[in-house]
């Protein structure tokens, strides 16, 4: 499976909304409803902050939320805030395997 | 409160062999889907590896397959990656990872595998 892809980078306001897109194919996106979606800040692990499209694990702030259409994924931050600057990617299962994103570089301005 | 901790990471020449292990703590290894990722800052993340909750079965990433070998120890809920006949572009971070519904959840802090001569 080739990476998904998403771009490169994406840059909003404080209070503002950004939205990444994450493209696959019928094969991972489009044919299961298994998106994950992690942040990463520098030197540190990726975290999850959506799984099942649009799910959010406990903790993590409903100023994030996913959503998917045919083989297109997205995260949205809504109300963006200085701490959400980071890298963020999107992970699809793929049947016996899951393929990433190319990533995605949030800078709040 | 869920925790992993993966090791064994370091420099290796080209052609040899290293092994990760990833300990678990929190949650048991029989009841869990676990992953291997990678990560390098031009290629961002890869997935690698995953091992199934019965250990049965076990799939990996065309770039690896036939060299690196998931594997897993009940007794020490440990998961490991045995990387044989490595190569440059295997120069990663490797992270081991809990499955959620078909992705990586938790998360290691990583180990920094580097091959070079």
């Known amino acids: 499976h080739s990476a998904l892809t998403q771009p490169r980078s994406v840059s909003g306001s404080p209070a503002q909304s950004v939205t990444i897109s994450c493209t696959g194919t019928s094969s991972d996106v489009g044919g299961y409803n298994y998106v994950s979606w992690y942040q990463q800040h520098p030197d540190r692990a990726p975290k999850l902050m959506i799984y099942d499209v649009s799910k959010r694990p406990s903790g993590v702030p409903d100023r994030f939320s996913g959503s998917k259409s045919g083989s297109t994924a997205s995260l949205t931050i809504s109300g963006l805030q200085a701490e959400d600057e980071a890298d963020y990617y999107c992970c699809s299962y793929a049947g016996s395997s899951s393929v990433f994103g190319t990533g995605t570089k949030v800078t709040v301005l | 409160q869920v925790h992993l901790v993966e090791s064994g990471g370091g420099v290796v020449q080209p052609g040899r062999s290293l092994r990760l292990s990833c300990a678990a703590s929190g949650f048991t290894l029989r009841t869990y889907i676990m992953h291997w990722v990678r990560q390098t800052p031009d290629k961002g993340l890869e997935w690698v590896a995953v091992i199934s909750d019965d250990g049965n079965e076990k799939y990996y990433a065309d770039s690896v397959k036939g060299r690196f070998t998931i594997s897993r120890d009940i007794s020490k809920n440990t998961l490991d990656l045995q990387m044989n006949s490595l190569k440059p572009d295997d120069t990663a971070v490797y992270y081991c990872?809990?499955?959620?519904?078909?992705?990586?959840?938790?998360w290691g802090q990583g180990t920094l595998v580097t091959v070079s001569s």
């Open positions: 990872a809990r499955n959620l519904y078909g992705n990586p959840e938790y």
